[in-house]
């Protein structure tokens, strides 16, 4: 009989390989036999469907031929392989059932219905967090800091491994050595074959003969530890640096990640905006309408000349570059923000003054 698999799942003929992964999704997801009103026909359909498609050599054969029924019968076996599943590797368990590895579908519908092929991941210790004091010309300029951390440490005697030193490490009765543990799982579509990691030996497939008195065979202990942290310049308030590795340990794993975050102090003269440095000069009207030349002190303790021009208006700003935060894109800028202070009180002098630049136009 003649199958059309592209409209089985609804894409084009020139769909791409991620179309037609999303389509099979979608489709595998509604009609899945475990589901509320799952269909099991209409899902073993989509499955052949998508298991020819997703395999160039035989979506090839079948753009050529058809349908299922070509000449070439992919191998002799037709789509569905010796299972009726093209694709999947089938073997016979000693119960009758049926044992195999689900691919892409372990990922696809394990949270639905579990099992497919167990991932062992990695254990990893417990993350920390801490929080840190900087200077606003720390922050700009980057630092090393020392930190203490009460945390839960690699044994210094055992090195982790929870012996006692010069004794030998036996192999695990209960998982034989492996460091995991299998475990046939039973669904509608047969047995799946999982793993977990061994709890009598933490996944490491050994045991110590004798504990060390230590860490009493844990292979971590709690210790206060000093770590330094290199703090990079342009760092933000408020902002959360990662430190790999620096959290908990756990025996037979990799150790956690340690989270800083950082609390600048404001500075007295200068506020941030990106890479640039903003600060405001009160000058005073003469200043503003005379010029003078102003004394600046950067953060990394230079002293700088600075003219103010004569007859800068309130609230202008003046720039002095390569002054600012430094990144890899180059050092930011100082810029000036002119605040003219107007004076209050006037002498019956400078009023006289004022009316003679007053009849002048100024």
Known sequence: MSKDYYKTLGVEKNASKDELKKAFHKLAHKHHPDKNKGDDSKYKEVNEAYQVLSDDKKRASFDQFGNADGPQGFGGQGFGGTGGFGGFDFTRASNGGMEFDMGDLGDIFGDFFGGGRARQKTKKGRDLQTSIDLSFEESIFGIEKKINLN????????????AKVGTKMNTCAVCDGQGQIREVRRSILGNFATTKTCENCGGAGKIP??????????????????????????????????????????????????????????????????????????????????????????????????????????????????????????????????????????????????????????
């Open 209 to 362: 003969s004798e504990k060390c008195s230590n860490c009493r065979g844990a292979g971590v202990l709690k210790t206060n530890e000093d770590i330094s942290v290199k703090i990079p310049s342009g760092v933000n308030n408020d902002e959360s640096l990662r430190v790999r590795g620096k959290g908990e340990s756990i025996k037979g794993g990799e150790n956690g990640d340690l989270y800083i975050k950082l609390n600048v102090k404001k500075h007295t003269l200068y506020t941030r905006d990106d890479l640039n440095l903003i600060m405001d000069l009160n000058i005073k009207l003469t200043d503003a309408l005379l010029g003078m030349t102003y004394n600046l002190k950067t953060l990394d303790n230079k002293n700088i000349e600075v003219k103010i021009p004569e007859g800068i208006n309130n609230g202008e700003m003046l720039r002095v570059r390569g002054q600012g935060v430094p990144s890899n894109r180059g050092r930011g800028d100082i810029i000036i923000r002119i605040q003219v202070n107007m004076p209050t009180k006037l002498s019956r002098k400078t009023k006289e003054v004022i009316e003679k630049l007053k009849e002048e136009g100024l």
């Open 151 to 162: 945390k839960q440490s690699v044994c210094n005697i055992c090195n982790g491994t929870g």
